[in-house]
């Protein structure tokens, strides 16, 4: 039974793992429209063992509002980032997601200032401090409207500044096999003592 104060952790990541919806990781994805770019991306972060903050760009205009820059992250299974980009690929979109990136335990994230978006319309930032405007996700379902904005299928987390990934134990996403292996022979790799358990192969990991 889960009670008002909570479980305990070994109980809600039994729990979290088997609804395989969310996850006790959060993900951060590598923006790229192929997968070597991508993968170019990985090796950068890697390089600078930190991912930097920014007011995270789409179509030329900022998401983030506010002054203060964030990293975003995604609070899901593999099997629901999986649902993600095969999404934007029905959409025929520009696919903006790729299968690489850098997993981090949520509950230290949390504990760094990391929080669940809010998503609503921007009518609610004058109800809330400036200070949390960054926090906040357009989200526009007006019936009137012949056009839905909507963005709750990423499950999006955020944390204002940069993320110095070498605080924290964490997990490097990469897509397939081969791409593994090529990162484990990277000097990158050598400098932060990867080993094969700390790379996720994307397309493996999923069921």
Request: proline share 2%.
């Amino acid at each position: 039974m889960i009670k008002m104060g909570g479980i305990f952790y070994d109980d809600w990541k039994m729990l979290t793992e088997a609804r395989n919806v969310k996850s006790v990781y959060l993900t951060h994805l590598i923006r790229a429209y192929d997968d070597e770019k991508a993968y170019k991306t990985l090796v950068d972060i890697l390089d600078d063992k930190m991912l930097k903050a920014s007011f995270s760009r789409r179509n030329n205009h900022r998401t983030v509002k506010g002054n203060k820059k964030v990293v975003c992250f995604q609070d899901a299974s593999l099997d629901g980032i999986k649902e993600i980009i095969e999404g934007e690929r029905w959409c025929e979109i520009p696919q903006r997601y790729q299968e690489f990136g850098i997993q981090i335990d949520k509950r230290i994230l949390f504990s760094e200032g990391a929080r669940p978006v809010i998503y609503d319309g921007e009518e609610i930032l004058q109800f809330i401090s400036e200070d949390m405007h960054w926090r906040v996700v357009n989200l526009d379902l007006d019936i009137n409207k012949m056009k839905c904005l909507d963005w709750t299928h990423e499950c999006e987390w955020r944390i204002p500044g940069d993320v110095k990934i070498t605080r924290f134990p964490f997990k490097v996403i990469v897509k397939t096999e081969k791409y593994k292996k090529r990162l484990l022979k990277e000097d990158v790799a050598k400098r932060l003592d990867l080993k094969e358990k700390d790379i996720i192969v994307f397309e493996e990991a999923i069921t």
